[in-house]
């Protein structure tokens, strides 16, 4: 992409009413722009990263065996009202009315039309397990929208539907999702805590939540530090296989969010110095509800017997919107967003220093074209404007390398290559630049 002809409204100063730093370098750098009080446009930057996000999300529900699919936004009261939840949900529900006077909402969750769509087509045992996800966006009439993207009141979430047979089926489902929870974190450069959580709306008697520890988080969590390093299984387990040790060597250890926060049981669990009280943000939640929806809503199947059954059903959410702020606030400095290559908006940034000088347009563009080639997506600065104001904005972008090119680099045959993370830089012919940011 060439910058000049590209869409990156960059801005030297935050508004003042975004509070923590992760909404100030996302309107800074140009990810978003706010419409309304919790509800934004994403610009082309972050919308590169929502999708890049949104795709290792898609890869590791698909390795864990989920099947994806699309439900719309907008539903039907009458869904709503066959599980009991219609009246239940509250404000934070936006009803809407169409011109034949049937009651919609703009939904704040799914589970309702998953099991609709379930019901309709599954009849048998030997068709389970299903587990079904979409990647849709999400409205809750948040009473506090703040913090951009972390509490908007339209943002876009992974759920995830799972349909067993009995209990110990859906128990390995939940494990299934706990463990590729961790993986997709993991991928995105961060260290996810499991805590166990309540079910709030979504009902259920198994919880977890997936906690990123920032100080400005929502959340408030009580664990035992050896979680922090625990690290995630890694893509190669057996997902067909036996999960729960895994899954145990995670829950064995204290974690807890507030609302489940035993003090006396923390204390007995884990000495003073393995203990942690923490803030953070929370990016997943994962639910075990039974029979909550199916039994209302009549989703079963029949059994070999010939009895039928209700199925035993989890939800799993992925905040998607929100990671992409929860992983600035993670990594970031006083220059900007610091992406992990992941994620990045742009592989690589080549900076043109002087944009008409014949000899260092054609480097530039060479470079260009390598790293295109190399499968980097980068971005030339071909833009006519100061060293310095080239630099700042690319730092607040956090492009992961930047590949300088000046007139006096030119004229002794190298380039300049600059690591976003650690400003670290280096002279050097452009094959060799070129081979240090391809790796
Ligand atoms: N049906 C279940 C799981 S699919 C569910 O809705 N769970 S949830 O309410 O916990 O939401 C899932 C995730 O969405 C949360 O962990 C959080 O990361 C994200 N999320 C929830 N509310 C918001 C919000 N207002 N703004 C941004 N992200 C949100």
New binding site residues.
Partial sequence: MRLSRYFMPTLREAPSDAQIVSHQLMLRAGLIRQEAAGIYAWLPIGLKVLRKIEQIVREEMNRAGAVEVLMPTLQLADLWRESGRYDDYGEEMLRIKDRHERDLLYGP?A?EVITDIFRAYIKSYKDLPKNLYNIQWKF?D?RRPRFG?????E?L?K??YSFDVDEAAARRAYNRMFLAYLNVYARLGLKAIPVRADTGP?GGDLSH?FIILADTGESQVFAHKDLVEMGAPGPDIDWDGDLQPLVDQRTRLYAASDEMHDQARFEAEATPDERMTARGI????I?YFGEKYSRPMGAKVAMPDGTERFVQMG?????V??LVGAIIEASHDEAGIIWPDSVAPFGAAVVNLRVGEAAVDQVAEQAYQALTAAGLDPLLDDRDERPGAKFASLDLVGVPWQLIVGPKGVAEGVVEIKRRATGERQSLPLEAALKAITG
Avoid at 149 to 153: A, L, S
């Fill in positions: 969750t589970e809750r948040e993207v972390m509490r908007g009141r943002f979430m759920d995830a979504i939540e929370e990016v997943g939640h639910f939800s799993y959410g992925v905040g919107s929100r």
